[in-house]
């Protein structure tokens, strides 16, 4: 005895749109991180900025105290993404949280 499976074309339909949801979250474009505004930052402390998360990670610039930082992302709880403009010349790198005041 056979048996016959029927589909409709919007069960079909709701099926891959329920699969392609899955995909864009399996390939990390369907994340739920929501993009805030950079946020103006003044250093409390001198600091360095890296280009990379690591202390081993090359210097890019040196930020003294007071010096105003554009603060673009809080990448993990030891770092933030960051932007200062050293003279004609604008660096994105890597900051240590510890280097602005706790009004964070």
């Not at 369907?30 to 505004?37: D, E, F």
Request: aromatic share 8%.
């Amino acid at each position: 005895m056979k048996k016959t499976i029927r589909f409709s074309f919007s069960g079909l339909l709701a099926l891959s749109l329920l699969g392609g949801c899955n995909a864009a979250r399996e390939d990390g474009r369907g994340n739920n991180h929501v993009a805030k505004a950079s946020t103006e930052r003044t250093a409390a402390v001198e600091c360095i900025l890296y280009d990379g998360m690591t202390k081993d990670s090359p210097q890019l610039a040196e930020i003294k105290s007071g010096m105003q930082v554009q603060v673009l992302d809080s990448v993990d709880a030891y770092f933030v993404k960051a932007r200062v403009s050293n003279g004609d010349k604008v660096v994105t790198g890597y900051m240590y949280r510890t280097c602005f005041p706790k009004k964070w």
